[in-house]
């Protein structure tokens, strides 16, 4: 076919192929590459305990794609994308990184990087496209036992979340979701289900990812669907961002410790798993050494990631949210107390950040901050105008690696050292421009951030915190929600006209982290020499 392609666009896409073949051949283990030397940089995969998981991560809207194939029902995000929108370039998960057909290829990715686990989740819709109301999807089924069966052959375990933020539109559109009880019994059917036809061979079982995070951009700030949400939070048409996030949050709770207490008593004494919740974590640093600002980081603790853990693990909301929030914070009746206390064999923490909390309660602060949903704190990135780390990709996500020794350990202190996984951990470029050129094939910052990370983990586990796994966020370039296709966390890049993945120098890391490898980077070296391993050049 006769093209009008000039000179340097030709040029262009001859650069970016050869860099890509060279990546692959870095991937395959040529050598070259060396970081620069220090304590985060000689972490090493037996600073770790036999038995420790490492693992990648995704979920099932942000890249499988095929959102109206083989019977699957429209979702929440299907519907918010096709109408109200999500990302600002108009970018939809509709195709997404369609993991729904190229699921093995991603999964010879996943061997050839030496994972222990892969962790997925469920498409609700495509399993039970209309809940309790219709039959179970047999294709659905079907597309979840290759994955898992391919997995299992390749010595990777399924580390499976029964939901990560989509629902089948008709249960939203039938009673409003997560604001009626009725979702509780819906998510019971869906996770008895995922239970019976997987659980024989998945050992390890999420039931919900990030409910707090998912009920404040849902129904507090409304920039997830379903929408709602009310001054001074947001501008939408119908919610009520005080009382709405506590009756939803209620609702997946329970629904949470139902599904638990039937795996529990039904099919963990058969099937032999665990069954856990994950939370996003902040690590919420007091702003000044003031005993107010203390007191305010601690409520922050507690009205964020206490809000889906106190209930789990005690049966109670923190002591902190009910002193503040009074009526208008649901309870648990003394039969709902029983099933929710101990209710999951181990905690979930997505990390990805420290952030400062502030007081409001004597303090000028913002309109947001100076709420009882919010526990009267202010919650900032930055002190005197200094940021408490480097930026990332996201404006409210710092690089502050000390952040993940200090949660573990708080979650260690505050829940009786209960089993913990770090499910989510990951890093995007804050820079655009850099993300679509140079990181495709030079993506040290993000070998940085997993370095010194996995260096205040290790630091957590020595001082005694029963940590059993860490997964990076994610395998490859996904659909990140609100941000589109335009903030990348993955350790392959995807192109989004092709679909290729293409293995990012992160990529070669990990795979000689889980060999015991050393990887360096020369930092004083030149761009050249950073980017190509010399025996290629």
């Not at 003394?334 to 004597?362: P, R, V, W």
């Not at 996904?478 to 335009?486: Q, V």
């Amino acid at each position: 076919m006769k093209t009008s392609s000039s000179p340097t666009i030709f040029l262009f896409f001859f650069l970016i192929s050869t860099c890509s073949a060279l990546l692959q051949a870095s991937i395959n283990g040529v050598r070259g590459f060396k970081l620069e030397e220090n304590e985060a940089t000689q972490i090493k995969r037996s600073d770790f305990p036999p038995g420790f998981l490492f693992g990648a991560a995704t979920s099932s809207y942000q890249v499988e794609g095929a959102y109206l194939e083989d019977g699957k029902s429209l979702s929440n995000w299907d519907v918010f994308c096709h109408s109200i929108g999500c990302a600002e370039d108009g970018d939809t998960g509709d195709v997404a990184d369609d993991h729904y057909h190229m699921f093995m290829e991603d999964i010879e990715a996943m061997h050839s990087l030496g994972l222990d686990a892969y962790r997925f989740s469920i498409s609700w819709a495509r399993i039970l496209p209309r809940g309790r109301f219709g039959e179970v999807n047999p294709a659905g089924i079907k597309f979840y036992n290759k994955i898992i069966d391919n997995l299992i052959l390749r010595g990777i375990e399924p580390f499976v979340t029964i939901n990560h933020n989509d629902l089948p539109q008709e249960l939203e559109d039938r009673y409003g979701s997560w604001l009626n009880a009725e979702m509780q019994e819906d998510f019971l059917y869906l996770a008895e289900v995922c239970f019976k036809s997987f659980g024989d061979r998945v050992k390890y079982w999420v039931t919900i990812n990030e409910p707090n995070m998912y009920i404040e951009l849902a129904f507090e700030l409304g920039v997830f669907p379903p929408s709602r949400c009310s001054e001074p939070f947001g501008n939408c048409v119908y919610g009520n961002s005080d009382v709405e996030p506590l009756v939803a949050m209620h609702n997946m709770l329970l629904a949470h410790g139902r599904a638990a207490k039937l795996y529990h008593e039904e099919f963990q004494p058969k099937q032999g798993g665990l069954i856990g919740l994950v939370a996003h974590c902040f690590m919420f640093e007091p702003i000044t050494d003031s005993e107010l600002d203390h007191e305010a980081a601690k409520r922050a603790f507690a009205f964020s990631v206490g809000w889906p853990l106190n209930p789990a693990i005690f049966g109670e909301y923190p002591e902190e949210m009910q002193k503040y929030l009074g009526s208008k914070l649901p309870s648990f009746s003394l039969e709902e107390k029983k099933f929710m206390k101990n209710s999951i064999d181990f905690i979930g923490i997505n990390h990805y950040s420290a952030i400062y909390a502030k007081d409001c309660t004597t303090s000028s602060c913002s309109a947001t901050g100076n709420r009882a949903i919010q526990g009267f704190v202010d919650r900032v990135g930055e002190h005197d105008g200094v940021l408490i780390g480097e930026r990332t990709g996201l404006e409210y996500l710092f690089v502050v690696p000390r952040g993940m020794e200090e949660i573990v350990n708080l979650i260690k202190t505050r829940y009786n050292n209960t089993p913990m996984f770090i499910t989510e951990n990951g890093y995007s470029s804050p820079d655009l421009q850099e993300q679509r050129v140079n990181e495709l094939v030079n993506d040290v910052k993000r070998v940085e951030f997993h370095t010194s990370y996995l260096a205040s983990l290790s630091k957590s586990m020595r001082d005694g915190a029963d940590v059993r796994g860490y997964f990076v966020w994610s395998l490859m370039d996904s659909y990140e929600w609100l941000e589109g296709y335009n903030v990348r966390f993955g350790l392959y890049y995807v192109d989004r006209q092709t679909l290729t993945r293409i293995p990012k120098l992160s990529a070669r890391w990990y795979k000689n982290f889980l060999t015991n490898n050393s990887v360096v980077i020369d930092k004083n070296a030149s761009r050249t020499k950073r980017l190509f391993p010399k025996d290629v050049m």
